[in-house]
């Protein structure tokens, strides 16, 4: 297939005109991976304030503390990528996405604000900075949703897209709830794992729902991405993929009551690392269901790149920080899925 498309644009594998947009596409792409999963139980946290209890909520903010930092390291370093790499779709991409960006940013200037004032604040006055936490998570979650849907509906925008928006981004508060409470329950004890079982629970259902909608509307928008997934030569890939979504679902669903009895305590970071599986294969579905477009049938990986002169300083100034980056973050997260002392 790769040396397929390869030859369809004239170029052979070994091109670097050819696997240097591609490599930087991978690379993006699992930096985008990193933000969903780490980032995404910080903000689904943040998402739980309102449900947990009271006395609760500072200590859900104090757990989140070891890894504030590292957790945003992914997202931002993702855009500037994106921003370095792919200008071309950076400047087609954003006229369309101007309300969920704007979403997005103000989330996240509040989220950051809101946790670093929380310390500084007086002892009365921390629960409005925590509720400035939760507005901003909700801001921040709700704009990646929109941001999906846009995507996913090559950035339509009449009333059915609009209203799909707004479904997948309450979906999306959802997803990130899901990644939050399970993270939780493999983190701590007592009340809040409790609830935060249920949390997850009731989570779950919606981000199933919002997954089916993404697939349904993908195949709805562009039959050849319905004839990727449903035509007798690939169904060999996709059915294995659906069945294993399927079974975290469900396994997630069917762990959570379970691993908070005592006798499987030690299998309380199952329904996390469902969640993560599940959240690792739907984005490798999107990937697969765009490729080679980063706008739909519009412009692909290798129109949105760079001139080669900067793909190269690009790629060098990329592989030698993000592996240095990478490391110093994952030494920071070797205690995350410990439980909480």
């Not at 006798?263 to 996390?272: I, T």
């Not at 049938?297 to 080669?308: E, H, V, Y």
Request: charged share 10%; aromatic share 12%.
């Amino acid at each position: 297939m790769i040396a397929a498309l390869a030859a369809s644009m004239g170029l052979s594998v070994t091109d670097p005109a050819f696997w240097m947009p591609l490599l930087l596409m991978t690379l993006l792409l699992l930096l985008l991976l990193g933000a969903i999963l780490f980032d995404g139980f910080d903000i689904g946290v943040g998402l739980l304030l309102p449900s947990a209890p009271l006395a609760a909520r500072p200590a859900l903010m104090v757990a989140l503390s070891p890894w504030r930092d590292a957790n945003e390291f992914w997202a931002l370093l993702a855009i500037g990528l994106f921003m370095a790499a792919f200008p071309f779709a950076w400047s087609a991409m954003l006229s369309h996405l101007y309300i969920p960006l704007a979403f997005t940013m103000v989330g996240v200037m509040l989220r950051s604000v809101a946790f670093e004032f929380r310390i500084r604040a007086a002892t009365e006055d921390r629960w409005a900075w925590i509720a400035l936490f939760w507005i901003g998570s909700g801001l921040t979650a709700a704009g990646h949703g929109m941001l999906l849907a846009a995507i996913v509906t090559a950035y339509e925008a009449d009333a059915p897209a609009l209203w799909f928006n707004l479904f997948i981004a309450l979906c999306a508060i959802a997803s990130y709830a899901l990644l939050g409470s399970t993270w939780l329950v493999m983190r701590l004890e007592g009340q809040i794992q409790v609830l935060a079982v249920g949390w997850a629970r009731h989570a779950i259902r919606w981000s199933a729902a919002g997954m089916v909608a993404v697939s349904i509307a993908l195949g709805l928008a562009n039959p050849a991405i319905f004839y990727r997934w449903s035509s007798a030569t690939r169904l060999a890939l996709a059915a294995p993929l659906w069945f294993i979504m399927l079974f975290c679902m469900v396994g997630i669903d069917m762990a959570l009551p379970r691993v908070i009895q005592p006798k499987y305590r030690g299998l309380a970071w199952l329904p996390f690392a469902l969640a993560a599986t599940l959240f690792t294969l739907m984005l490798c579905g999107l990937v697969y269901s765009m490729f080679p477009f980063v706008i739909l049938d519009d412009l692909t990986i290798w129109d949105a790149a760079a001139a080669m002169g900067s793909l190269r300083l690009v790629l060098a100034a990329t592989l030698v920080a993000v592996p240095v980056m990478i490391v110093f973050n994952l030494l920071g997260y070797r205690n995350m899925f410990g439980r909480a002392r």
